[in-house]
């Protein structure tokens, strides 16, 4: 098998990899019961699995310019989804929809109260 | 833009339209979620991760036809898909420092901040805060 037909092989399975992520993260999403259980399931498919779907396509498209414009997307895709999924947890934490039992550690709550409503 | 699909291997064309079928069904139940709700918080993941399935989509058209044509798309779909659930976020947490209680409860009647029992919302609905 040449070098293009590998490159085909495993570009195919990454993209299947990343769409089985994105069909995890819709069945949690449905199934999982509030807000932050809800937002674990749905980051997967927002980092790894779009990832494994780019390296697919890098990987069919095989030419310098579109491998970039792959970059590209995926290193913006690392900058802004955590930033998203760091506000909407924090405005969930704050507007009080999570469960407080579910919780292991609870380091905001004394950190709010040190300093209660002074950062916006 | 003449599109035609390169030419591939069955088990390559059986293998694509899985991929498509399994983005269709992600896609179909972050929708459900998007619509069921039941806060804004929710529907900004659900809308998050719908973006993220769109990006998927893309992605595998632009394999399947070897066709670069809609990376740009993706480019800006990255950009794009976090401001709305940003703003969101930002939206409520202003509400929340200004301790509005009822006026969440008037814009958004679902949303249960002030342990309002919701109906008919199934078994997976938001849970009530403490």
Redesign the interface.
Known sequence: MSWTGVADVVGTGCMLAGALLCLLAGIGLLRLPDVLSRMHAATKPQSLGLLLVLIGAGLWLRSPIDLCTLLLVGLFQLLTSPVAAHMVGRAAYRTGRLDREDLVRDELAPALEEKPRSEG | MAVTARAHAPA?EV??A??AA??L??????T??LVRGP?T??R???L??LV??V??GI??Q???R?N?FY??V??VL??L??TG??G???F??????AGTEDV?EDVDKD?G?GGVERGGEGD?G??E??
């Open positions: 390559f293998t694509f899985v991929i399994l983005l069904i992600a896609g179909l139940l972050v459900l979620r806060s918080l929710d900004a993941v659900a998050d991760a993220a399935v990006m998927a992605g595998l632009t394999a399947v070897g670069p990376l740009p993706l480019l990255s950009f898909g976090f659930s940003v969101v976020a930002r409520m947490a202003l509400r929340d420092e969440d949303e901040t997976d938001g849970r805060p403490r």
